[in-house]
């Protein structure tokens, strides 16, 4: 009987990279990383999958629709849809064992089962940092998240890039002193004024207001413009006397300023009063992130302030503020656009040993001693022909080889051939390593 074959395939949704694609993808990764720690934040990772009662604690809705939920014996299990909700029962469980503030990050991949489309992914990493208090979080705390993105999107090499901030206090103070009830909502609706236009939010804030002249104010607030001194002062000038409003000011006036103590420049952080965040759950500051040179690609970084992260795992109020870096979308849509370009090489090898003949314990020592010097090295075992060793060596873009046969053995020698360049020449191993550092650098 003829043995039947599975097509290989993934599902929709899932990204897979060869592996030029997975060392671009890493290094955005490890750049990442390396500028969460940098600020004092600390390494946690929390289970893929969770109890189903503690992902779905505040009820169900979108997320419910989207999580994917199974049963494994009596336990009712689902994977993860974000991190923000992992933290929340982390930090609730192991309160008694943290230091606050808290300061988080956590790189992983979650799950939700999205409409498929292009550039939506099921399968994603998100790169979060939280900054947690055990009953209260000094505002300054809100000032210093935007320096940590504009470091790291310098870092991944962006130039021209928006931090977008805001306050939903400011908002829902506003909001409320023109007695809009169903404050919710239209801070939805504000919130795609720049995905969806000017017409399409009008008609939803005249279904929701029922009020043409209300409208019309709510469009000329949140489309106050100029530098953040001339936007606070024109919320200043406005006279409002509603108490959130007035807090809500004074709590952006005071991160504003203390992010340029923090070095970033007025160029990379704007106060948009159209930012608002659609999820319920943040309170203060809030904050989107653009390319200005791609704004089509939309928010590469987003979050905010929240009152009480774990409401519904503890009694004990928990405010924090983080964001979040969506990787896999980002590096999708970076791809598409031609900004991000894959390596120019399949390995991460920097010297390719070939032995010549049957006897590999120089070809051994030698890569030994290299790896002490943490010059990444590969040993070819296969029996071929050298053009095909040397092939080997170019199609991964392999910068170095080292050939080793007889002569080289006898006289305690390397032939070091630069594959760049095409040059060779015989040295001492310590030549070797002093000549192939010089030449990484």
Do not use: W
Not at 214 to 242: R, T, Y
């Amino acid at each position: 009987m003829k043995k039947e074959i599975v097509k290989p395939s993934i599902l929709p949704g899932f990204m897979e990279l060869l592996p030029y694609q997975q060392i671009a993808f890493n290094n955005m990764l490890d750049t990442i990383r390396k500028n969460f720690e940098n600020y004092g934040f600390l390494p946690i990772d929390t289970p893929i999958i969770e109890k189903s009662e503690i992902l779905l604690a505040k009820g169900g809705g979108e997320t419910e629709k989207q999580i994917y939920r199974f049963n494994k014996g009596d336990n009712d299990l689902s994977l993860r849809f974000d991190l923000t909700v992992p933290l929340a029962r982390y930090v609730s469980q192991y309160i008694s064992s943290l230091t606050f503030p808290f300061r988080r990050y956590q790189i992983g991949k979650v799950f939700r089962g999205e409409r498929n489309q292009k550039g939506r992914f099921r399968e994603f990493y998100q790169c979060d940092i939280d900054i947690i208090g055990n009953g209260k979080l000094n505002i300054i705390n809100d000032a210093e998240i935007p320096s940590i993105i504009y470091s790291t999107f310098k870092d991944l090499g962006f130039e021209s890039f928006s931090i977008r901030i805001n306050n939903r206090k400011v908002l829902n103070g506003f909001f409320d002193s023109l007695g809009i009830a169903d404050k919710s909502e239209v801070l939805k609706v504000i919130d795609k004024l720049d995905k969806t236009g000017i017409d399409a939010v009008k008609k939803e804030l005249a279904d929701i207001c029922e009020n043409g002249n209300i409208v019309e104010k709510i469009i000329e607030f949140v489309n106050i413009g100029g530098s953040n001194p001339e936007i606070l002062e024109a919320l200043n000038q406005l006279g409002i006397e509603n108490e959130m409003f007035k807090e809500g000011l004074e709590e952006l006036s005071k991160v504003v300023r203390f992010i340029n103590l923090f070095g970033v420049p007025d160029k990379n952080c704007k106060i948009d009063l159209k930012i608002a965040r659609g999820l319920d759950y943040y309170t203060g500051t809030v904050y989107e992130t653009i390319l200005d040179d791609y704004p089509g690609i939309g928010s590469v970084c987003s979050g905010g302030r929240y009152d009480n992260l774990a409401e519904y795992y503890t009694d004990q109020k928990l405010p924090g503020v983080g964001i979040s870096i969506g990787l896999t979308r980002l590096f999708y849509q970076l791809r598409e656009a031609g900004i991000v370009l894959d390596k120019d090489t399949a390995s991460l090898t920097q010297v390719l040993i070939v032995p010549m003949n049957d006897n590999i314990e120089y070809a051994a020592m030698t890569a030994n001693s290299l790896r002490a010097e943490s010059i990444i090295t590969e040993v070819y075992m296969e029996d071929a022909k050298l053009s095909k060793k040397l092939a080997y060596a170019n199609k991964l873009g392999i910068p170095y080889v080292i050939l080793i046969g007889d002569e080289e053995i006898d006289n305690n020698l390397l032939t070091l051939k630069d594959m760049r360049v095409g040059e060779q020449n015989k040295l001492s191993p310590e030549e070797a390593v002093r000549h192939i550092k010089e030449g990484l650098l």
